[in-house]
């Protein structure tokens, strides 16, 4: 390295020194938080519904699988509005975001009106995927009648919280998960018993405890937005217009990232309907295990949202290489992540667990399964945010794309069917089958972010002012 390089690299670190910490630290805490408050509301939930019925419990959970389905597209609909968007807020242009997130918000209503129509219906086929248990799917389409009705508030929330995201304000939406926290746990607390002289209604209290607090979530980000956000200034006729070129854009990245999006929460609710097909317990011990785990999840979640957002400001800026700086230095602070977010779930897994009415036999199996994630949790915590938030965040989705696509659906789905049908192996066997890629993605996504040509810039030349 010549004397120049040198001076040129400690430039840069200087730099990272100076300004990147106080950046990704103040997105990634409100981010967690948000995440962590919003997954709360599920704990809530399980724990409250735990104490009602086991069998409540279980039909929820079935029923969440397609929640979370739906959720994983929302959030590639809104990762790719973020990957854009950042690289336009790098170069204060926005005009373009403005039409970017009218894309993003046109597709995420049609996936929620066309699920709504899917599960109106057929109710009973859709809860029958992950459990051939009458009563659990009695239960199941309970609550299935009333959360259904969520899907469009939600769908609003989470593409205008992502067009938020997109212009570093992240405040709100930990201030809203917060409000949506209290609100559903308030009126489960309520309807679920029959306190305060209200009915008990069990499942059916806790889904319009949700239904309630998306409504309330959804209307107050409005006002926000209206009374107060002024980065973007979003209005509703901005989401009322079409741009044909941006739409083709905005697609050509974010079509291949919903596609794999949804099959890796299809690959997740796999794991509810493998395990329940396995023994009508597991699917109690998978959902109280999982939702603890979703929790600490988070802690990876927010690095891949932070990390998208600084690696697409920074090369809509044009400095590559204070990029390529950026994206090492932060693969170094999520090994760190992973490996206390693992120690953080193996102490607190057993406190939590007695916090649930199981039976012994449901609790020690859950228990086994948060051991094995403990695990899982380091891996996790240094793929997700290198893949989904370095490299998908730099342009290339495709490299994300196509490892997903091979290690989910050629490797791990193969091979947990394997084991929990032809093999007969206990459930905590499959739950490490079914969780084996988050450790074996870790290696090519170090040889991508270190070797491969991932930064792309995917924004077009417009003047401010469009």
């Known amino acids: 390295m010549t004397g120049v390089q040198r001076t040129e690299s400690r430039n840069l670190h200087s730099k990272v020194n100076k300004t990147f910490y106080y950046s990704f630290f103040s997105i990634y805490a409100a ?80 996936v929620a009106v066309l699920l709504f129509v899917g599960v109106s219906l057929f109710p009973y086929q859709a809860v029958g995927i992950f459990t051939t ?46 409000m949506t926290f209290f609100i559903n746990c ?4 309520v309807l679920i018993y029959g306190n305060f002289g209200a009915p008990e209604m069990g499942t059916a209290g806790a889904a319009v405890g949700t239904l309630t607090a998306r409504i309330v979530e959804c209307a107050v980000l409005i006002v ?34 919903v596609v794999v999006q949804s099959l890796w929460g299809v690959n997740t609710a796999l794991q509810t309907v493998i395990l329940g097909h396995m023994t009508s317990a597991a699917i109690a011990a998978n959902s109280a295990a999982s939702t603890l785990f979703l929790m600490v999840k988070s802690t990876a979640v927010g690095a891949a949202s932070t990390a998208s957002i600084i690696i697409g400001k920074t090369i809509g800026t044009g400095d590559i290489a204070l990029t390529k700086v950026y994206a090492r230095v932060m693969q170094r ?28 036999a449901t609790k020690d199996m859950a228990n086994t399964f948060l051991i094995i994630l403990s695990v899982v949790c380091v891996g996790m915590s240094y793929q997700m945010p290198t893949n989904n938030g370095i490299i998908r965040g730099g342009g290339n989705a495709m490299f994300v794309v196509k490892m997903d696509l091979i290690s989910i659906w050629l490797i791990v789905i193969p ?27 870790c290696i090519p996504a170090f040889l991508e972010s270190h070797y491969g040509n991932w930064i792309r810039k995917l924004t077009r030349d417009e003047s401010p002012a469009s």
């Open 31 to 110: 981010l967690v938080l948000q995440n962590v408050i919003t997954l709360s509301v599920n704990l809530a939930d399980n724990m409250m519904l735990g104490a009602y019925s086991e069998t409540s419990l279980a039909g929820v959970a079935a029923v969440n699988q397609i929640q979370f389905v739906f959720q994983q597209i929302l959030m590639a609909l809104g990762d790719g509005l973020v990957i854009f968007c950042s690289q336009y807020w790098g170069k204060k242009q926005t005009g373009p975001m403005k039409k970017i997130a009218a894309t993003a918000m046109h597709a995420g209503l049609v």
């Open 133 to 178: 248990d009458r009563l659990i799917i009695e239960e199941g389409v309970q609550y299935l009648n009333i959360i259904r009705f969520t899907y469009l508030f939600f769908a609003v929330t989470q593409l205008l919280l992502a067009a938020l995201r997109s212009v570093e304000v992240v405040k709100i939406a930990f201030c809203l998960s917060i």
């Open 186 to 189: 308030g009126i489960n607390y």
């Open 224 to 257: 926000y937005i209206i009374k107060k956000e002024k980065n973007l200034n979003l209005r509703l006729k901005d989401y009322l217009q079409f741009d044909k070129v941006f739409c083709k854009d905005y697609f050509r990245i974010t079509a291949p990232m």
């Open 333 to 360: 602070m999520f090994l760190v992540i992973g490996i206390l977010s693992g120690i953080l779930l193996f102490f607190i897994r057993i406190p939590i667990l007695d916090l649930y009415d199981l039976s012994s």
């Open 415 to 441: 091979l947990s069917f394997f084991m929990a049908f032809v093999m007969k192996a206990s459930p905590a066997v499959v739950v490490c089958c079914l969780n084996a890629d988050q450790i074996f993605k």
